[in-house]
């Protein structure tokens, strides 16, 4: 199993629906979750990040955190052709040393269609 | 802005030839990494600082070495690039590990 788990797409979305972006992630103790977006030939922007089960909210975005189900979405309301980009789900992953490690994965591309 | 700058954004290099590529932050963050991605894959972490405290990743190849002579600045030293070395190399701060992760603009590397 991949530490961190996402479909690759790619998710085509009509403009103005609803996208859901799902990720899946291998260590239980996980206590941090990140959403970046990543634009063709650009750095990873961070979008959303969520650290307890429930729901966080941030304009038109959505992330949902599960950690029995060991689960993060990410949804995003009224799609623009301006979220099409690649969408990486990111989860900090505990180590014996002490320090965590950011762990991405291979994301998920995004199409909005006008 | 605050911000974490790369430069140069776009490098071209001769196999071999020793390449360096630098990062600066005005976040004053504790935490700063070096990240390589290739196309359709996830970043890779290489190496990360927690203020002067390096670490280097295990599967980091010894080709690669890192510099942080500051809070501020970090660098990334690339001793004998080979053609797999041709990628994004981003830089990215935190405040702590478990903080989110801000990443530069990155610098796109080419190898001839």
């Not at chain 2, 140069?8 to 071999?16: A, E, H, I, M, N």
């Not at chain 2, 001793?79 to 796109?108: I, K, N, V, W």
Request: proline letters at 5%; one cysteine or more.
């Amino acid at each position: 199993q991949k530490e961190v788990e996402q479909n690759s797409g790619p998710l085509s979305v009509p403009e103005g629906a609803i996208a859901s972006l799902n990720c899946t992630y291998s260590d239980r103790g996980s206590q941090s979750f990140f959403w970046y977006r990543q634009y063709s030939g650009k750095s990873p922007e961070l979008i959303m990040f969520i650290y307890s089960n429930g729901d966080k909210e941030d304009g038109r975005f959505t992330a949902q955190l599960n950690k029995a189900s060991q689960y993060v979405s990410l949804l995003i309301r009224d799609s623009q052709p301006s979220d099409s980009a690649t969408y990486l789900c990111a989860v900090n992953m505990r180590r014996n040393f002490g320090n965590e490690k950011l762990t991405f994965g291979t994301g998920t591309r995004l199409t909005i269609i006008p | 802005d605050a911000m974490v700058i790369q430069n140069p954004r776009y490098q071209v290099t001769q196999f071999g030839k020793p390449v360096t590529l630098s990062c600066s932050q005005t976040l004053n963050h504790n935490v700063m990494y070096w990240y390589q991605q290739k196309s359709s894959q996830a970043p890779k972490l290489l190496f990360h600082y927690y203020d002067k405290d390096f670490n280097n990743e295990a599967d980091t190849p010894d080709n690669f070495q890192s510099r942080r002579p500051n809070t501020s600045f970090c660098f990334l030293d690339i001793r004998s690039p080979g053609l797999g070395d041709a990628a994004m190399y981003l830089c990215a701060t935190s405040e702590g590990y478990d903080q989110p992760q801000h990443f530069g603009d990155g610098t796109r590397l080419s190898i001839l």
